[in-house]
């Protein structure tokens, strides 16, 4: 049984920075890729950053790029998201999600995901 579990939402400024982190228990992330995927009220859940299983790759939605950095570390089994230069519009549920397998083509698409989290709240005022 995978279990993902996000933390380290909250109230920023705009301009402000966090860090959200997604750990993991019942399989060894280091083994398969992750994303981050957020949801605003009353808008679909959307992509915002994938890291392959190997941790080579990395991928952002535009709207993040040079803002967001997605890593893991492998010794905790854990996903982060450093999210700098943030902005009202980032406000939104964030969630951390995984597969299957240990390939995703088509990253930025949610059925690509098997396993999610339960999702922390950011919030961030102008």
């Known amino acids: 049984q995978v279990k993902l579990v996000e933390s380290g939402g909250g109230l920023v400024q705009a301009g402000g920075s966090l860090r959200l982190s997604c750990a993991a228990s019942?399989?060894?992330?280091?083994?398969?890729?992750m994303a981050w995927f957020r949801q605003a009220p009353g808008k679909e859940r959307d992509f915002v950053a994938h890291?392959?299983?190997?941790?080579?790759?990395?991928y952002y939605a535009d709207s993040v790029k040079g803002r967001f950095t997605i890593s893991r570390d492998t010794a905790k089994n854990t996903v982060y998201l450093q999210m700098n230069s943030l902005k009202p519009e980032d406000t939104a549920a964030y969630y951390c999600?995984?597969?299957?397998?240990?390939?995703?083509?088509?990253?930025?698409?949610?059925?690509?995901?098997?396993?999610w989290g339960q999702g922390t709240q950011v919030t961030v005022s102008s």
């Open positions: 999600a995984t597969s299957l397998g240990r390939i995703v083509t088509r990253y930025t698409r949610r059925d690509e995901y098997d396993f």
């Open positions: 019942g399989r060894t992330l280091s083994n398969y890729p």
């Open positions: 890291i392959t299983w190997s941790g080579t790759n990395t």
